[in-house]
């Protein structure tokens, strides 16, 4: 831990996954980037972003203007706003199907679709074959979100080839907005490269294929990203909107819920309400991962997130970090029932993935915590973080317990 430093702003240690530098007064890469969102002329932006759009109308009226990746949850409700309704294009809608799908992920979605009046592609990959690949990256990677990453990246990359239509909408970039990797005014777009660099944690499809694992061609064919002469073809483009409009979950989320009925709920490991509804395992098991491997959760990244906003200061995010990332996970029992593994063994999957930059194992199972909440805990005031987490308004509960099932396919609501 001696080498390991973090911002004296947010939470955010310089090992970040995403890569994270820190500046001569100690100040991160990620809240300097985040400083720009109150000095850019965001609608010189705009009418920047107006013009990179317009040649992409299909002027036909015979196919879509842009293809659009959502899911229940997280920031699609604010995309589809913006380009549907700001710049009025007529979008096609593209979705993985996760299978850790909640009742009310599904009935955001739908509704979603309906609000906006859009059609709506659903992908759903072979559950056998997303089942082995899961088996695999637990087991390598520490990750059981690699097909959902893979997919979600992958499939409307796919669909933009198939149906020829060229432009692709994302919301925000995680590396710009976490740590600051690029700047809004470099305008960043999607590649290749930084889906396998950092969505992907290194490995594309064929490299979970190995003659010393029980993956084959038909577990990861439909997660192969489309070769350079298809893309350059098509003209194939992603961009992303966070680089022409001030970006702002917290103030999005709640628009959205307000003008559209998005529905929010809590999470025990964060006092976010309104992302990742739509998923059992994102703010569970997946969270815990995170933890493992990285030293933080994504309270973590909710708490810097309002730091840099300013609408907390750095002591209260620390409290809520301290009071939300160990936390127990809620659903174990259906992901080990989902996979065919008992929670024994699982369990010993788990503590293969430990950073022991962060953890010491002090006995046969037990473990001690070394990250910030823990190292930054003796000679600083406690200070409460309940007002922060009062002001995210918890709309619908995720309507499942212990007994219930994965919703492995929801098109619909009624």
């Known amino acids: 831990m001696s080498d390991i430093q973090f911002c004296k702003r947010c939470l955010y240690p310089t090992i970040h996954p995403l890569g994270l530098t820190l500046d001569d007064e100690g100040i991160c890469s990620g809240c300097r980037v985040h400083e720009e969102k109150d000095s850019l002329d965001w609608p010189t932006r705009w009418t920047k972003l107006e013009a990179l759009v317009e040649p992409y109308r299909d002027k036909s009226g015979k196919n879509y203007d842009c293809i659009v990746p959502v899911t229940g949850s997280q920031d699609s409700y604010y995309i589809v706003y913006l380009v549907k309704e700001k710049l009025g294009l007529n979008p096609l809608l593209v979705t993985y199907n996760k299978y850790f799908n909640t009742p009310l992920g599904i009935k955001n979605l739908a509704n979603l679709r309906i609000r906006f009046n859009c059609d709506i592609l659903y992908q759903n990959v072979n559950p056998v074959s997303v089942k082995n690949i ?36 994302w919301g925000a970039h995680q590396g710009l907005e976490q740590v600051g990797m690029f700047s809004h005014e470099h305008e960043v777009e999607m590649t290749r490269r930084y889906r396998k660099d950092h969505d992907l944690m290194g490995y594309e499809a064929d490299d979970l294929l190995s003659i010393f694992d029980t993956l084959n061609e038909e577990d990861v064919w439909q997660y192969r990203y489309p070769d350079d002469q298809d893309l350059n073809d098509i003209g194939v483009r992603g961009i992303y909107l966070g680089n022409y409009v001030r970006w702002d979950p917290k103030a999005q989320h709640e628009q959205m819920t307000k003008c559209y009925d998005y529905q929010t709920s809590e999470f025990p490991r964060t006092f976010d309400c309104y992302d990742y509804v ?3 395992n994102y703010m569970g098991l997946h969270d815990l991962l995170k933890l493992y491997k990285h030293g933080y959760s994504k309270v973590t990244d909710h708490a810097s997130r309002e730091i840099r906003f300013g609408r907390l200061t750095r002591e209260q995010g620390l409290a809520l ?16 029932d989902w996979l065919g593994v008992v929670p024994r063994a699982l369990y010993f999957m788990l503590d293969q993935h430990r950073n022991l930059d962060f953890w010491k194992q002090i006995g046969p199972t037990k473990w001690e915590f070394k990250g910030i909440s823990a190292l930054q805990k003796d000679n600083e005031v406690q200070i409460d973080g309940q007002g922060m987490k ?17 919703i492995t396919i929801g098109k619909g609501w009624s």
Do not use: M
């Open 278 to 280: 739509d998923c059992f």
């Open 134 to 169: 899961v088996r695999t990256t637990l087991r390598k990677l520490g990750s059981i979100y690699w097909p959902i990453l893979a997919g979600q990246t992958v499939f409307p990359v796919q669909t933009a080839v198939r149906y020829k239509v060229p432009l692709i909408i």
């Open 390 to 406: 009062e002001t995210f308004v918890a709309t619908n509960s995720l309507e499942f317990n212990k007994d219930s099932k994965y």
């Open 321 to 336: 970090v301290r009071e939300h990332e160990q936390k127990p996970i809620k659903y174990l029992e259906q992901f080990c």
